[in-house]
């Protein structure tokens, strides 16, 4: 079993930044794919960035041009850096490594990010 752990989330003003890390209990290698998902009460959760194994990265379209996925592969530690926040971006980020042909998914315990005044 893997664990993930997450931190950096916290209450910012519009236009601020914040970093998000989740950190893995073994090498993120072993993983196929790496992203970040965020949900508001009384709806799905979405996906916001993700990595391959590869380094290829995805964004949301709502985020594109703000928010940054890395990886530091000798902390086993993938980042979300988020610049210019907006308040429709408060809502619990989580974590979620894959590997398909392992059937693994994880998830982070969410950590909360609140923008607002």
């Known amino acids: 079993q893997v664990q993930l752990v997450e931190s950096g989330g916290g209450l910012v003003q519009p236009g601020g930044s914040l970093r998000l890390s989740c950190t893995a209990s073994?090498?993120?290698?072993?993983?196929?794919?790496m992203g970040w998902y965020r949900q508001v009460p009384g709806k799905q959760r979405e996906l916001v960035a993700s990595m391959s194994n590869s380094g290829s990265e995805n964004y949301a379209d709502s985020v594109k041009g703000r928010f940054t996925i890395s990886r530091d592969t000798t902390k086993n530690t993938v980042y979300l850096q988020m610049n210019s926040l907006k308040p429709e971006d408060t809502a619990v980020y989580y974590c979620?490594?894959?590997?398909?042909?392992?059937?693994?998914?994880?998830w982070g315990q969410g950590t909360q990010v609140t923008v607002s005044s």
């Open positions: 073994r090498s993120i290698f072993s993983f196929d794919v």
């Open positions: 979620n490594f894959q590997a398909p042909g392992r059937r693994e998914d994880y």
